[in-house]
């Protein structure tokens, strides 16, 4: 049982990872391989203020909004010339731009950090929940994840800006022409996606660890979140990231670390092959 | 109202319009009639900005609209019902209807009540989601998420498009209580003879280029022009 739940822990993180790259593909058609050196940017950016001895509060606020602000960032000068295309056009144009992007950020991480990792290894008590046996860490993280997507889902529910994001991924041109400022949507989901990121590395680091060299990972994890949950659902990634979470934790748990890559690729592959628009896409 | 001169516009290479002008009058119907590729549609992209105009200008009320985006140009009142309606298939109708008067936030139940007042069809389906609608309430939801915002000017590109000849007469009727209450109109359209029974003024485009202009009248009443310009249509 208490893999599970750290599975379901591990499955939070990931969704809070993982939303931000399917929202900003929905919205902007864009696929971001830098998203995972964006998280980890937040990561960093904490990291160093626990390091400068600021409390450790602060520095992950601030490492969340430096991942935001990198993100947005990105959006305004590197995304520019792919958003002034259309279609395959523009997505080829970004993975091209972002992946440059993920190579010069890993390069800078590793060369100018190479030694900072986040990780403060908070006291961490295990209590007993339900005669589980779990670390508060994970509860924590788990807690952290939770309050994290149910803002975002107030956010997107509550306000006109992300009633208008939600409408702009069913159809951007009819977006425009009721009046959405598509473009700024397309910023303020960037900023969004950062920020959520920039939460997950910080979660991480906080309880468990978090590394210059994890930005790859991050993308890759949330890539095949992306393509189980189906690139336009938030309750499909949500509920996809719960599952490879449990598949990870478990195969770590009974069959070794060596395997869980192959078994998430192998789940995502399956997927493809059975609902190639992901558990929960639209139906046409 | 509305002013275009000498506008040229397109995708890649292919300028699909080419130096069009043409005016609407204020409380007017205006028609824009030409076959399929005459460059209608380029047309009413580049009025609303969802195509960037090459050259020329076009000015409404008397301000330029140069370089705006679609949604600077809905806040100034001119709302675009494409041919392809745009709806939000998974959002209900009172959803699609809601999002139309995003630009417009106040005073939304009065214009609700409105726009169901004259599509009570709508009314009746309000939380079936807008992708579940036949080809003709769809239509009428685009129309009517159209008007959510309140636009003086109305863009409608090809509204018959898809409909039973019943219900393409139905619509007209629909449209010229619009233009009764005082909603300018520019309609583009294929099928000439619905066109001409609400709009006075009359261009026909051909190949990117006016190839005539005049009133309705002009054209319902000589065969000539008709073949000329429209096919026999």
Known sequence: MGVILDGLVLGLQLALL?????????????????????????????ALL???????????????????????????????????????????????LTLGASFALDGFYTFRYPNVALSLRLATPSVEVMGITVRTASLAVGALSLATFGLLLAFLKGTRLGKAIRC???????????????????????????????????????????????GPEFTILSLIVAVVGGVRSLTGTFLASLLLGVVNAALSYW?????????????????????????????? | MLDVHDLWAGYGDVAAVRGVSLRVAEGEATAVLGPNGAGKTTLFRALVGLVRPRRGRVRFEGRSLEGLRPHQVVRRGIAYVAAERELFPQLT????????AYARPDGLRERL?????????????K??????????????LAIARALMGKPKLLLLD???????????????????????????????????GAALSLCSRVYVLKNGTLAFEGDSSDLRGSSHLHSAYLGGA
């Open chain 1, 255 to 284: 069959v070794g670390t060596y395997l869980t890559w192959i078994a998430l690729l192998a789940v995502a592959v399956a997927t493809l092959l059975v609902r190639p628009e992901g558990l929960l896409a639209y139906w046409p």
């Open chain 1, 50 to 96: 626990v390091q400068a001895r600021q409390h450790p509060a602060v520095a992950g606020v601030v490492g969340v909004l430096a991942a935001g602000f990198l993100a947005l960032g990105m959006d305004r000068t590197l995304l520019q010339p792919a958003y002034r295309r259309k279609g395959e056009e523009r997505l080829l144009l970004a993975l091209i």
């Open chain 2, 158 to 192: 090809e509204p018959s498009t898809g409909l039973a000849p019943r219900l393409v007469a139905e619509l007209y009727r629909r449209l010229d209580l619009l233009r009764r209450q005082g909603v300018t109109i520019l309609l583009a359209e294929q099928q000439v």
């Open chain 2, 113 to 125: 009540a409105a726009v169901f007042d004259l599509f009570p069809r709508l009314a009746e389906r």
């Open chain 2, 127 to 140: 939380s079936q989601r807008a992708g579940t609608l036949s080809g003709g309430e769809q239509q009428m």
């Open chain 2, 93 to 100: 109708v009172l959803e699609n209807l809601e999002l139309g």
């Open chain 1, 168 to 214: 702009i991924i069913q159809n951007e041109a009819g977006a425009w022409l009721c009046g959405v400022d598509v473009d700024r949507a397309r910023s303020v989901t960037l900023f969004l996606s950062g920020l959520l990121a920039g939460v997950a590395a910080v979660g991480q680091g906080f309880f468990s660890f978090l590394g210059p060299d994890m």
């Open chain 1, 18 to 46: 993982s939303v931000g790259i399917v929202f900003v593909y929905g919205l902007g058609g864009v696929l971001n391989l830098a998203h995972g050196q964006v998280a980890v940017a937040g990561g960093l950016v904490a």
